[in-house]
């Protein structure tokens, strides 16, 4: 099995940052892409931005120039780092990784998201 546990989120107010962290674990052979998702009440969840092995990003229109996606392979751990942020940003951010196990097998898993509340 694999589990991806997110830790970071909070409550910050406008303009300030927050730093979230996702770490994949268990019978993982690779981690191929890796990013950070959202959903707020009553919207459907959305794409925040995605990063490669390699380190390529795409990043949603409203949230470049904000936020910055990293991973360090090493760890098997991705981050996102918010800058800037705004009260739109209010949402669970979920932790999303495309990994292939030791198996050889190709699967996609979902972290149970954290909390990211920014104040007015």
């Known amino acids: 099995q694999v589990q991806l546990v997110e830790s970071g989120g909070g409550l910050v107010q406008a303009g300030g940052s927050l730093r979230l962290s996702c770490v994949a674990s268990g019978r993982v052979l690779r981690i191929d892409g890796m990013g950070w998702y959202r959903q707020a009440p009553g919207k459907q969840r959305e794409l925040v931005a995605t990063?490669?092995?390699?380190?390529?990003?795409v990043y949603a229109d409203s949230v470049k120039g904000r936020f910055t996606i990293s991973r360090d392979n090493a760890k098997n751990t991705v981050y996102l780092q918010m800058n800037s942020l705004k009260p739109e940003d209010t949402a669970v951010y979920y932790c999303?990784?495309?990994?292939?196990?030791?198996?050889?097998?190709?699967?996609?898993?979902w972290g149970q998201g954290t909390q990211v509340t920014v104040s007015s």
């Open positions: 999303h990784a495309d990994l292939t196990v030791i198996t050889g097998t190709r699967v996609d898993y």
């Open positions: 990063i490669t092995y390699g380190g390529t990003t």
